[in-house]
């Protein structure tokens, strides 16, 4: 199981922000916010930039129609693309040029990430506004930060099988942030699952009381895909879809 509500590269380049995103179908054709109608027409005529903005209307066409989602996770999908077209992009593209890429080049990759993105944000607010036992998308927090994120979906309900997709991030400075991924699954015993690492060895349990999950790690957990430091344990809190 290796779907993460984020890629990895997403996390390894953009874990200190907060990474929104979304636009209407009509805007999506149009030129993109934060540069000029010039500078699109410009880039655009690039083949690399043209690829990535076609491929990123296309996944968000395809969400809009097959997504699953209800009226009300509709909305919250676009608000956040309007967000990522309104600071996200340019703070991406932003990143990409102080590492030393042309402005075609930093916006070309936002606008392919972006898309490789999207899908994960919509699972994200599929679980938000479909919590059903344990499945939901659960949030940890330390110190006021958001450090930890578990998607838990449930893969054969009547059997109690639940896969889980776990990311954690450690933050050492605002410009060293580690990150972690963590996937798994298995049954729901009274509202525990003991999950083996698939990347390491050891175990993971999942406690689930309520909006509550509790997680634990054995002490031979060495999953291969954690940062140095960085824990999927602690406290998650189920979240439910934003107001908007």
Do not use: H
């Not at 500078?39 to 690829?51: I, L, Q, S």
């Not at 930093?106 to 506004?129: H, K, S, V």
């Not at 349990?205 to 291969?224: L, N």
């Amino acid at each position: 199981m290796t779907n993460m509500v984020r890629s990895s590269r997403l996390l390894g380049l953009f874990a200190a922000f907060a990474v929104c995103s979304a636009l209407c179908l009509g805007a999506l054709a149009g030129p993109a916010a934060g540069l000029s109608d010039a500078e699109y027409r410009e880039m655009v005529e690039d083949p690399d930039f043209a690829k990535s903005d076609k491929r990123l209307n296309e996944v968000w066409s395809g969400l809009l129609k097959e997504g699953g989602l209800s009226k009300a996770g509709i909305r919250v999908l676009k608000a956040d693309q309007a967000q990522w077209v309104r600071k996200g992009r340019d703070t991406q593209a932003k990143i990409l040029m102080e590492g030393g890429s042309t402005a075609l080049e930093a916006y070309t990759a936002a606008t392919r990430l972006r898309a490789d993105e999207l899908p994960g944000i919509a699972r994200r607010i599929f679980l938000q506004d479909r919590p059903d036992g344990p499945q939901g998308y659960y949030v940890r927090r330390e110190n006021g930060r958001e450090t930890g994120w578990l998607s838990v979906r449930w893969t054969d309900k009547k059997a109690g099988e639940v896969s889980v997709d776990a990311e954690a991030i450690l933050v050492l400075r605002p410009d060293n942030v580690r990150s972690g991924l963590w996937s798994g699954g298995g049954a729901v015993q009274k509202g525990v699952l003991k999950a083996p690492d698939e990347e390491g060895e050891g175990s993971a349990t999942f406690t689930f009381k309520g909006d509550r999950v509790q997680v634990a790690t054995s002490s031979d957990f060495a999953s291969g895909s954690m940062g140095m430091g960085v824990t999927i344990e602690g406290t998650y809190v189920r979240q439910g879809l934003p107001k908007l």
